[in-house]
């Protein structure tokens, strides 16, 4: 079955990171909630939002296939 999750990933708070599922299923259980770094994001989230970061901002409303958009300067979609 796909999984069509989405996160939204929410940087605007000063040591927080917001992490909040989209969809039927997360991918991983216990994924949404709040972190202090992104280092203690798993590391396939991370590694998206990596990719994401580099999208100019503000940003055109376009996805990236299999990766997510960039909302703003601080908050993304990830696509699970």
């Keep these: 079955m796909k999984n069509d999750s989405t996160f939204r990933v929410d940087f605007a708070k000063p040591q927080a990171i917001h992490v909040m ?20 994001l798993p590391e396939w989230l991370s590694e998206k939002l990596a ?6 901002s503000p940003p055109p409303l ?9 909302l703003s300067d601080t908050v993304f979609w990830v696509y699970a």
Aim: hydrophobic share 35%.
């Design 21 to 40: 599922c989209f969809g039927m299923e997360p991918v991983e259980p216990g994924v949404e909630g709040v972190y202090a770094s992104q280092e203690e």
């Design 51 to 56: 990719v994401l970061a580099i999208l100019p």
């Design 62 to 70: 376009s996805d990236v296939p299999g990766l997510g958009r960039r």
